[in-house]
């Protein structure tokens, strides 16, 4: 019997959120069709695996209903701990279906799954299992914040979370600082949306006046907010942080 094949399949950047607009404004039409076909998935939640495909079914029929579908949840220490690494999960098991011929879909809660997000043990695993990976088109968070915001394209790095401990956050901007200053490498990192305002008054109070600051959130959403400045320029202005997912960047 011939493998099935792994598809990652992005969602809205609206997911988690409050769904807004045609699922087709933000997804091209063989994305979302190759998602209709599918009917095994692996996700970091049921429930919001569930919403997207209840969307899905509204712009193209779904090949099982909904209560057929067959979705398996990555483990909760994935999603802390990350999937990479020595001890990373092995996510083998996960990917049955498809030794079974079955095509199977890795999703996340928003955007590309695998980036920024769990599922890079999902990844790694099929490729142990000789199985074909096929990464679909969509939004990714970080590339559009990052295309928006003027700052190096050609040379960037995303380092992920920051330290939560506020001099260890600010001894880690104040070297991501430096390695932008002195190779023009931009430097992209997220943040917990109830922490925004901490980070937020870590950049301003840590960072030297001259080095601009980008931040991005709503990306692809009729409210979406992109916006680039100095730290000298930006306390000048209101906060722009809320509680939402956000894209912050860094860069001379």
Same mark, same amino acid.
């Given at each position: ?58 712009? %193209? ?35 049955? #279906? ?43 968070? =970080?590339?559009? #914040? ?17 330290? %939560? ?7 880690? =901007? ?5 390695? #932008? ?17 901490? =980070?937020?008054?870590?950049?301003? %109070?840590? =960072? ?27 306390? %000048? ?11 912050? #960047?860094?860069?001379?």
């Amino acid at each position: 019997m011939p493998h099935g094949r792994l598809y990652l399949v992005p969602t809205p950047l609206d997911f988690g959120c409050d769904p807004q607009g045609d699922l087709r404004d933000v997804l091209p039409v063989g994305t979302v069709a190759a998602a209709a076909r599918l009917t095994h998935w692996i996700c970091e939640n049921a429930k919001s695996a569930r919403a997207f495909l209840k969307r899905v079914g509204e712009v %193209q029929p779904l090949a099982a209903p909904l209560q057929q579908q067959a979705i398996t949840e990555l483990p909760r220490e994935v999603h802390k701990k990350g999937d990479h690494g020595p001890a990373a999960f092995d996510a083998r098991g996960l990917l049955q #279906a498809a030794l079974q011929g079955h095509d199977v879909g890795l999703i996340s809660e928003a955007g590309m799954p695998a980036v920024a997000d769990p599922g890079a043990s999902v990844v790694r695993a099929a490729h142990e299992l000789g199985l074909e990976v096929v990464p679909l088109v969509g939004p990714v968070s =970080l590339l559009l #914040a990052l295309a928006a915001s003027g700052l190096n394209g050609q040379s960037f790095a995303f380092v992920g979370y920051l330290p %939560q401990d506020a001099a260890a956050r600010t001894q880690r =901007l104040r070297e991501l600082e430096a390695l #932008a200053v002195k190779t023009g490498q931009t430097q992209m990192f997220i943040e917990t949306p109830y922490r925004n305002a901490a =980070l937020w008054q870590a950049l301003l %109070q840590g =960072l030297k006046p001259a080095t601009r600051v980008a931040i991005a959130s709503g990306l692809t959403l009729p409210d979406a907010q992109c916006r680039t400045a100095s730290v000298a320029d930006w306390k %000048q202005r209101p906060a722009p942080v809320g509680g939402r997912p956000a894209v912050f #960047a860094i860069g001379p």
